[in-house]
């Protein structure tokens, strides 16, 4: 009944006055989201099927689906989508995994564990450009920190030049990728964690489960959406690998470390041609979307899971 | 270790009630040695590079390259400030700075304003359409700035926008994930104390911005740093919409800077610091305010 009787004052605020001042609200968002991300990428999407350049003295046509017939037969574009999904292969499982175990292991209660917390943390306060520049000179084949660490445990035997090697080029930014970006995913996990209601917990060690599968029957299945989420973030960021390839390969050594973004804009950029880069980037887009897609599907609606 | 024993005995009762099974298990001395030991690695781990930074931004460039390899990385050997006067002269970084701040700055701030109007009108109003705005907005999120980057940019070169701050600003303010995340939160609150500020008369701004804004105080934390970090890193609009120095942020900087011959390692980790330091001590004032924030960003439907 009390149900019933509270409708009514909700229609009455269905009024101008409320109307008037949501348009007000939502004018300079509105126009901000039209203007800079809806126009920009319905172009892109119009872009793509046109020969348009950046400067050039011809009118741009219709191509229909030449640059994407161009773009999925460029040995250089789809060397660079095999290096993203080398990269999301790798890289997604170690860091998801990586992440968790940190995770687990801030979560203790013992004494200094903020410390340890906030320094697993502080890498992704670091700007990307800057921690690369660091990287790269850690990387270097005689003069770096690594080589000296490797030389040392190999006893000289194992000293890559990390970063003009084209074996060692991708697993080298994949490093410092983890380095930087993990005690992101840690801190979402950690939220996750100390979600999970305790008493799952007592009760399971009044049954006399063991830590192990405490972990396997509690920890794991209640951190489910948590965990989805972070490997599509983490699946969707490999995407858009950009900033440590260009200060640290620029895509070399022959193209062992192009991404999707390096083709984008060096296509667009580098070589003035909006139309073809804009058919890589709505390519990017389309696993973006499918990526996202899948997430939705997978975790299941926030509510008792058990 | 005795003292961290000591200390997890000495919790109260109803912490230690709601400890979990990992917390009760370090009252063993070889556990909580085993803990620390790897807790100092990985420590070690995420730190090396930054203290190599620190430390190499003091020495002079030639011993930076010669102690590279070794644990003399870590010593400040023949420490002075000189790098940093060094690559303020040649890289121009306290005018990059200045930019980088101006920047972020704006964006973050606009932002704060515009995203949380937007969210706040999804979460309150009962106006016409209100359905598909909020669909739209969810499906705007999974649109990355890298899939419309080229066209835009090539909008902006139409307009002759080039090389100005308000093209790194304008474009970067409405931003649909905060929008969401402002939505979300004022859905959270009750709804009784602007119905009452509505009874006496106060129109929905003056509502909004005496009882909303001081409550949404996380939400508007949250917003703040996760787009202050986002701005103060970006490099890849940069790379597109400036070309000389003049308007050019730090990220883009510190990437011409280290190919710029000749390649002074110590200037190189001057700069880095400049750019890092900063972040890392707000970051260490407002630590908590940043683990929510980000803890925040995964609640997401």
């Given amino acids: 009944m009390a149900a019933v009787t509270a409708t009514p004052p909700r229609k009455a605020r269905h009024n101008w006055s409320d109307q008037l001042a949501a348009a007000g609200f939502l004018l300079p968002g509105t126009i901000l989201l039209v203007a800079f991300l809806v126009v920009p990428f319905a172009l892109a999407i119009g872009y793509s099927f046109t020969n348009l350049r950046l400067i050039s003295p011809l009118p741009a046509h219709f191509v229909g689906w030449l640059n994407y017939q161009r773009a999925l037969a460029d040995p250089l574009v789809r060397q660079a989508f095999g290096n993203n999904v080398l990269f999301v292969v790798v890289v997604v499982p170690v860091q998801t995994v990586f992440a968790l175990w940190l995770a687990i292991l801030v979560n203790q209660k013992i004494r200094g564990i903020r410390i340890f917390r906030t320094i697993f943390f502080a890498p992704v306060v670091t700007v990307m450009a800057a921690a690369a520049t660091i990287w790269k000179l850690l990387y270097a084949p005689d003069s770096g920190l690594i080589n000296g660490f490797m030389r040392a445990i190999t006893l000289g035997h194992f000293h890559p030049d990390w970063l003009h090697d084209p074996h060692f080029a991708l697993p080298a930014i994949m490093l410092m990728s983890i380095w930087q970006g993990v005690g992101f995913q840690m801190i979402i996990i950690l939220a996750g964690l100390q979600d999970i209601p305790r008493e799952l917990y007592e009760a399971a060690s009044v049954d006399g489960a063991s830590g192990w599968s405490q972990f396997v029957n509690i920890t794991l299945p209640q951190l489910r959406n948590t965990l989805i989420f972070v490997g599509t973030i983490t699946t969707i960021l490999a995407f858009r690998l950009f900033d440590q390839v260009f200060v640290l390969t620029q895509g070399g050594p022959v193209g062992s470390t192009e991404t999707l973004m390096t083709r984008v804009i060096t296509t667009g950029f580098g070589q003035q041609r909006i139309g073809a880069s804009a058919a890589i980037a709505v390519l990017f887009f389309v696993v973006v979307l499918v990526l996202s897609l899948i997430q939705r599907i997978f975790i299941r609606e926030q509510g008792e899971i058990v | ?301």
């Fill in chain 2, 1 to 301: 270790m005795n003292q961290a024993i000591a200390t997890t005995e000495a919790v109260p009762a109803a912490e230690r009630a709601a400890g979990t099974k990992t917390g009760q298990r370090s009252g063993l001395p070889l556990k909580a040695i085993g803990s620390y030991a790897v807790l100092v690695l990985l420590a070690a781990f995420f730190m090396f590079p930054l203290l190599f930074m620190f430390v190499g931004s003091l020495k002079p460039s030639d011993i930076v390259l010669v102690d590279g390899s070794s644990w003399r990385a870590f010593i400040p050997f023949g420490a002075s400030l000189a790098n940093f006067g060094e690559a303020a002269a040649r890289a121009d970084v306290g005018h990059l700075f200045i930019n980088s701040l101006l920047i972020t700055l704006s964006t973050v701030a606009l932002g704060l304003v515009v995203n949380s109007l937007f969210g706040y009108a999804l979460a309150r109003f009962r106006f016409v359409g209100r359905g598909v705005v909020v669909a739209v907005v969810i499906a705007l999120v999974i649109i990355p700035l890298e899939a419309y980057a080229i066209p835009l940019f090539y909008m902006m070169a139409q307009l002759q926008w080039l090389d100005t701050y308000y093209v790194q600003i304008l474009p970067f303010i409405a931003n649909p994930f905060y929008i969401y995340l402002f939505y979300t939160f004022f859905l959270s609150l009750p709804k009784e104390l602007e119905e009452q500020s509505q009874l006496d008369g106060a129109n929905p701004l003056v509502t909004f911005w005496r009882i909303m804004v001081p409550l949404a105080r996380p939400a508007y934390a949250t917003v703040a740093i996760l787009s202050f970090l986002y701005s103060w890193g970006q490099l890849l609009w940069p790379v597109l919409v400036t070309r000389g120095p003049d308007v050019r942020p730090l990220p883009l900087g510190i990437a011409e800077f280290q190919t710029l011959p000749p390649i002074q390692w110590g200037d190189i980790m001057a700069f880095a610091t400049v750019m890092t330091l900063p972040l890392l001590v707000v970051f260490l004032i407002f630590q908590n305010a940043f683990v929510q924030g980000v803890a925040r960003s995964g609640l997401k439907g």
